[in-house]
């Protein structure tokens, strides 16, 4: 099926809201979702974006210079995940607590339906996130026109949104903490500034700093693996030293999913 078809099929969808609220985490999903969304209501759209420590200062940089050239209604809203104690223990289903507490903030500015940029592909994996969706009567536009990440990516490509339209995929920075190890900004910060530092050295490709029990584990994709060199080591060793982190960075390929511990289920 072609772009236009897809975009044909999210507007029946979209034009009969009328008026919808979008959660925009930065990601090609989401942030494309808002593009067809703003194209299609035009006015009727407001963007809803939490600024938090889990959230990589990049993306939320990304959405403001597209809310700016788009002419987006866009609401920077604190989700308040972070007072959150059952967020903040970490548990194997933590992105329940997580999209909880965000549509919770959302529908606290808005009586508009919450729409997000959730896809077919998502919902063959684990997604406590998805319960809470569903707890607040979320929709998933992509979802309902059965449009997997790759047909994302073809419509991105469509509407010439060159700087989303390969991003690698993105969970949020707790996701790197390993289950049941508490989320804290430091930890937080930790690996948005090392993540950035190392994207500043290769630009795009798949890059993960883990906090696990272990210690520090960089895990990237084989092709920036093999370009890691002595001078890198040392930068990143400085860098998390400075929040308290002395023991030795192991690197490693990376594995999806690697800091989440399912059999504490």
Same mark, same amino acid.
């Given at each position: ?10 507007? @029946? =969808? ?6 919808? $609220? &979008?959660?925009? @985490?930065? %990601? ?6 808002? !593009? ?15 600024? @938090?420590?889990?959230? +990589? ?5 990304? =959405?403001?210079? !597209? ?7 866009? #609401? ?11 967020y903040l223990k970490n548990p194997v289903n933590r992105c329940f607590f997580c999209k909880s507490n965000l549509y919770s903030r959302i529908a606290q500015f808005t009586s508009r339906p919450i729409l997000s940029g959730t ?8 997604? +406590? %996130? ?5 707890d607040f009567e979320v929709r998933h536009p992509f979802v309902e026109a059965n449009i997997g990440k790759q047909?994302?990516?073809? =419509? ?7 700087? &989303?339209?390969?991003? +690698?995929?993105? +969970? /949020? ?12 900004? #430091? ?11 190392? *994207? #500043?050295?290769?630009?795009? %490709? =798949? &890059?993960? /700093? ?11 994709? #084989? ?34 999913? @690697? $800091?989440?511990? *399912?059999?504490?289920?």
């Amino acid at each position: 099926m072609k772009s236009a078809d897809f975009q044909k099929k999210l507007a @029946s =969808i979209l034009t009969p809201m009328e008026s919808v $609220a &979008i959660a925009v @985490s930065g %990601g090609v999903d989401s942030m494309t979702l808002a !593009h067809i969304a703003k194209r299609t209501l035009n006015v009727s759209v407001t963007m809803f974006h939490a600024l @938090s420590p889990a959230v +990589p200062r990049e993306a939320t940089e990304r =959405i403001e210079r !597209h809310a700016q050239n788009a002419g987006w209604q866009l #609401e920077l809203i604190n989700a308040n995940e972070m007072q959150d104690p059952n967020y903040l223990k970490n548990p194997v289903n933590r992105c329940f607590f997580c999209k909880s507490n965000l549509y919770s903030r959302i529908a606290q500015f808005t009586s508009r339906p919450i729409l997000s940029g959730t896809n077919l592909d998502d919902l063959s994996d684990f997604r +406590p %996130g998805l319960k809470a969706a569903k707890d607040f009567e979320v929709r998933h536009p992509f979802v309902e026109a059965n449009i997997g990440k790759q047909d994302i990516r073809l =419509i991105a490509e469509d509407l010439a949104l060159d700087d &989303i339209k390969q991003l +690698p995929a993105a +969970p /949020c920075l707790s996701s790197r903490i390993e289950t049941g190890l508490y989320v804290t900004n #430091e930890k937080l910060m930790l690996i948005d500034n090392v993540e950035r530092l190392l *994207r #500043e050295e290769f630009g795009l %490709g =798949i &890059i993960r /700093c883990r906090v696990k029990r272990v210690g520090i584990v960089i895990e990237l994709e #084989e092709t920036l693996l093999n370009k890691v060199d002595r001078n890198l080591r040392k930068s990143v060793d400085k860098l998390v030293r400075i929040y308290g982190h002395s023991k030795g960075v192991e690197y490693s390929s990376y594995k999806q999913g @690697s $800091a989440f511990l *399912r059999e504490k289920l």
